[in-house]
């Protein structure tokens, strides 16, 4: 499990004007200095009138100091203490505390600014409300839990900018204020004050401008990018979270994920101290059908088996779909029937018309081992019994699940059960990143029944698979790639399409005229008209890959100042109203929302 206080690197001693020393970094060597520290006042315990010991907290630990003289500082009051380090006394050392085997004496104190009691204890890591915490988010910041994500954030960026520049990779910001994009989450809109009725988009990614940077000639670019997405929050999903995002000139998309795979390794070291293994490669279809999602966790087995040819004549009437998944989970035998009737529910809600379930137990006659406690049981055969636990590998006291649909549903269906079943916590096991390959071009279709890109329209499909987009363009394949880490899709990416021709075909497919894709991504298009090289990019959540690395199951940890699910930021009271002078001013008249009384 991941240790949330563990310091994230050595800490050096960093002096300035007000101070000699940082609190975390006095040990027993430093006996006999005299030392001038500064922080916070954490826990206190006075021990008569005249004794109280302190813990002063900075961002690097704390240090117990002694006063004997007669002070009043209360919690979190901001302090000075001058003194002289010395060793603990016989048996009062702190084994648990990096600077447990000292204390600093003789102590004089400064006050140098008093504080109200604080809404919550900064030393506990208590479960504090979240609301309070994001309220008070300046004083969820001192907190050693905070701190060491953010700073565990900051070395993760180091890194990735480090491996980037080492790649010869350039740095280009690009705007915020610009154009939609056609990436398919809705977009926040800025109103124009000089242009009345006209709105600025705030880019979901830098796309379009990392294209045109490639046109441009700049051959290799690279930004930790912040991007900004009007979509439900949850988990893993802010507004505004940040990206490496990199395009790069004359490469293929193996150039691509090596360039990544490099950044990625690297963060991963500069955070946990461990280089994890080359990355993987897994193809979508194999994604889908052994793991049934395309963001696999691999931290565990449970894979899907198939046993539609086995079960091609069957006579039970619940296993009628084209394909039958089947997958098991170890010791699952145990769940109850409720909690059973729940994952059939959550099945039918991914889709599936039913979930078939199988309890593995010992069998009682002395032919067989294992026999199979369900509803359905009396209707197999011999064979398809032997199948089920031949193929799923069950041993007693493991329960089967198998749906019976479309190899998609199937699979998707049995994807999400595996995930609820099987995923340890983000904090436990090893990191497993791979790369999902060969996703299909194409996914769903829009209210037209036009198909819809899986990435976004600019994807190149893979030149072998051209001649299909007229015929099934469903099985055309893409050259994009996603990073996947312990479930979590961390990123993605395509080569891109820079050859009009194909660009004009794929159009086509997606329904999209001229005239409109004119409108839409004009500029992109007539860029592609002055001489565009081959490009091919990728683009990854850091917030994402922070929280794993810190063992976070939700990105809020590992952001400064985020907003709750509903979207607010609790700290600023954002988003608030605008007073009528400033809506005149940009031409806005708000209109009540539905369902708010007029008055
Ligand atoms: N712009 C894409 C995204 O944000 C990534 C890419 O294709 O480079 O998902």
Redesign the pocket.
């Known amino acids: 499990m991941t240790d949330h206080t563990a310091p994230i690197g050595p800490i050096e001693n960093r002096p300035t004007a007000l101070r000699t020393h940082l609190c975390g970094v006095l040990r027993g060597s430093d006996e006999g200095a005299k030392v001038r520290v500064c922080g916070w006042v954490g826990r206190r315990r006075e021990h008569g009138e005249h004794l109280a010991f302190i813990d002063l907290r900075d961002h690097t630990g704390v240090i117990q100091c002694v006063i004997d003289t007669k002070v009043d500082v209360r919690s979190e009051w901001v302090i000075a203490i001058e003194g002289t380090v010395r060793r603990r006394p016989e048996g009062t050392v702190n084994p648990g505390l990096d600077t447990g085997e000292v204390e600093v004496g003789d102590c004089t104190v400064v006050v140098l600014n008093e504080a109200e009691p604080p809404p919550f204890s900064v030393d506990d890591r208590d479960e504090s409300d979240e609301q309070v915490r994001l309220r008070y988010r300046y004083i969820d910041l001192r907190r050693p839990r905070m701190q060491r994500n953010l700073r565990l954030r900051a070395r993760v960026n180091a890194a990735i900018r480090a491996a980037m520049d080492r790649q010869g990779f350039c740095e280009v910001e690009t705007p915020l204020l610009w154009a939609p ?1 056609p ?1 398919g989450s809705r977009e926040f809109s800025v109103p124009s004050r000089l242009h009345h009725g006209s709105f600025y988009a705030l880019p ?4 379009l401008a ?1 294209q045109l940077l490639m046109v441009g000639g700049f051959d290799r670019y690279y930004q930790i990018a912040r ?1 900004l997405r009007d979509e439900d929050l949850r988990a893993d999903r802010q507004f505004e979270f940040s ?1 490496l ?3 790069v000139s004359f490469a293929t998309q193996d150039d691509v994920m090596a360039y990544v795979s490099e950044a990625v390794l690297d963060a991963a070291e500069a955070a946990t101290g461990e280089r994890p293994p080359p990355i993987t490669h897994m193809t979508w279809a194999d994604a889908l059908d052994r793991f049934g999602t395309d963001k696999p966790d691999l931290r565990f087995g449970m894979e899907l088996v198939d046993l539609a040819a086995e079960f091609e004549k069957t006579e039970v009437r619940a296993f009628s779909g084209s394909h039958l998944k089947a997958l098991c989970v170890p010791g699952g035998a145990a769940l109850t029937r409720s909690r059973l009737d729940a994952l059939g529910e959550q099945a039918k809600r991914a889709g599936a018309a039913g979930l078939a379930w199988f309890r593995v137990t010992a069998a009682e006659g002395a032919s067989a081992t294992l026999a199979l406690d369900s509803p359905l049981d009396r209707f197999l055969s011999d064979t398809e019994r032997v199948a089920l636990l031949e193929k799923t590998g069950a041993k007693e006291g493991d329960l089967i699940l198998a749906v019976s649909d479309t190899h998609r549903i199937a699979c998707t269906t049995l994807g999400t059960l595996r995930a609820a079943l099987g995923s340890p916590p983000v904090g436990q096991g090893p990191h497993c990143y791979v790369w999902v390959v060969d996703f299909p071009m194409f996914d769903g279709v829009d209210a037209g029944g036009n198909p819809q890109p899986a ?2 329209p600019f ?1 190149m499909p893979y030149e072998d698979d051209l001649p299909l987009l007229d015929t099934v363009p469903f099985a055309v394949r893409s050259q ?1 790639y996603d990073l996947v880490l312990n479930g979590w899709e961390l ?4 080569v ?1 399409i820079h050859r009009r021709d194909i660009q004009s075909r794929i159009f086509d497919t997606l329904g999209i005229s001229t005239e409109e894709a004119e409108k839409r991504f004009g500029f992109l298009l007539s860029a592609f008209r002055y001489g565009a090289p081959p490009h091919a ?3 990854f959540g850091i917030d994402r890959l922070a929280a794993v690395l810190a063992g976070e199951e939700n990105i809020r940890e590992v952001i400064a100042y985020p907003k709750t699910q509903s979207g607010a930021d609790l700290l600023t009271g954002a988003p608030g109203a605008l007073p009528a002078s400033a809506l005149a001013e940009l031409g806005i008249r708000t209109v009540p929302s539905p369902g708010t009384a007029s008055t």
């Open positions: 994009t990436e979901q990614s830098p796309q990392k991007c990206q995002d990199m395009e990435h976004h994807t994009a990123g993605s990416g395509s891109r990019g990728f683009a």
